[in-house]
């Protein structure tokens, strides 16, 4: 799981910025949001522009570089405004096994440095087009490509073979989801985006969905179908593809899901990815959540990904203060995001304001006390 990332020059941060995803004192919802004392995700909060969606871009910057098999448009990464090279630091820890991961890249999209470390050892080095490692049967590599992580590279050649840790670690990594609710659109990083709904419908059905939908009172179900009902009338065209349709049970007509509402569609697209990600180690970034959802959706699938998930971590955007409830959501686990003009983006871990566990986490942002606050003025 992640449990540290540390960024400078990279988008918005000029400065160096820490990340910690690791539980503090905090007693309250140590059962369903801490595992092995490590927080189960992250809420990014402040106004519009700040740099929220680059604070979780430094997860899934790490993902593209990885896994991503089109080109990465590196140049608009690195700080705008800092003369100095974009450097990212990841740390990651599995039941007793740490590693750490670094890479520095300049504003042209050439790694410079490269390090791995895999419990305090290093076992991958790289400088410019050299590099050194111990993860395969060639110890020192010349003329590598200077704008792919030799990380990667080793990657794809042994697969981690010989450590089952890194191949671990590498799962977890590949397996998480990219889900940005403001398009609607699934992005994973493996070979194929099996977690688009249509794709998941395929392979899955339909019946973890509508599970779902059952167990919650949704009062809706889906199906599959190149045949659906409108009113008494059944429609059937056997040349079209199959299409999702959606059915309230006190209605007696299957509503073809492009003339949902945009709250519907969001959740829908959602679902398969969210189904995953409590069934699997991974990561699940979210990017504009409160994107279409009532406030006691959004509170329900964050409870839904806390209380099930195991080992996998959420880590989103919203502007949603009714998710700063105790019980909910840690102060550990909330970071509000600012922006000024002399240090770029700036975040605030609540937690380091100390609020009791008694008080109202959504009145103290509101009145500024975690900062991450617009300052309109009418």
């Not at 490590?38 to 896994?67: C, D, H, P, V």
């Not at 060639?138 to 697969?159: C, M, Q, V, W």
Request: aromatic share 12%; with cysteine.
């Amino acid at each position: 799981m992640l449990t540290q990332i540390k960024i400078s020059g990279f988008r918005s941060f000029k400065d160096e910025t820490f990340f910690d995803i690791c539980a503090t004192n905090y007693k309250m919802l140590q059962d369903v949001n801490v595992t092995d004392g490590i927080l189960k995700g992250l809420l990014f909060i402040g106004g519009n522009a700040s740099g929220k969606t680059n604070s979780i871009r430094a997860i899934t910057f790490l993902l593209e570089m990885l896994f991503k098999e089109t080109s990465i448009d590196v140049p608009v990464n690195p700080c705008l405004f800092s003369k100095d090279n974009m450097k990212l630091e990841y740390h990651f820890s599995f039941d007793e096994s740490r590693i750490a991961y670094s890479f520095e890249m300049d504003k042209k999209g050439i790694v410079v440095k490269e390090t791995l470390l895999l419990n305090d050892e290093c076992v991958l080095e790289r400088i410019g087009k050299s590099a050194s490692t111990v993860l395969s049967e060639t110890r020192i590599y010349n003329d590598i490509d200077e704008s792919t992580l030799f990380l990667r590279t080793i990657h794809f050649n042994t697969k981690f073979a010989n450590s089952p840790i890194l191949a671990r670690w590498m799962r977890y990594l590949s397996n998480s989801v990219l889900f940005n609710a403001a398009e609607r659109s699934v992005i994973t990083f493996e070979a194929s985006n099996k977690l688009m709904l249509s794709k998941y419908i395929e392979s899955n059905g339909v019946e973890a969905i509508n599970k779902f939908f059952n167990y919650f009172g949704f009062n809706q179900e889906i199906a599959y179908e190149t045949t659906h009902r409108l009113s008494e009338f059944a429609v059937a065209d056997s040349k079209s593809d199959k299409n999702v349709y959606l059915k309230r049970n006190n209605l007696d007509y299957w509503m073809p899901l492009a003339l949902e509402s945009l709250g519907n569609q969001t959740l829908l697209n959602m679902l398969p990815a969210l189904l995953h990600v409590v069934n699997t180690e991974c990561m699940f970034i979210i990017d504009e959540f409160s994107s279409a959802f009532h406030n006691d959706l959004e509170e329900l699938i964050i409870r839904y990904f806390m209380d099930n998930a195991k080992r996998s971590q959420i880590f989103f955007v919203s502007h949603s203060t009714n998710l700063l409830k105790s019980t909910l959501i840690r102060p550990d686990q909330i970071y509000t995001v600012d922006f000024s003009k002399a240090c770029g983006s700036t975040i605030k871990r609540a937690s380091s304001e100390h609020p009791r566990e008694s008080q109202n986490f959504e009145k103290m942002y509101l009145s500024g006390i975690f900062g991450g606050l617009p300052n309109y003025r009418g």
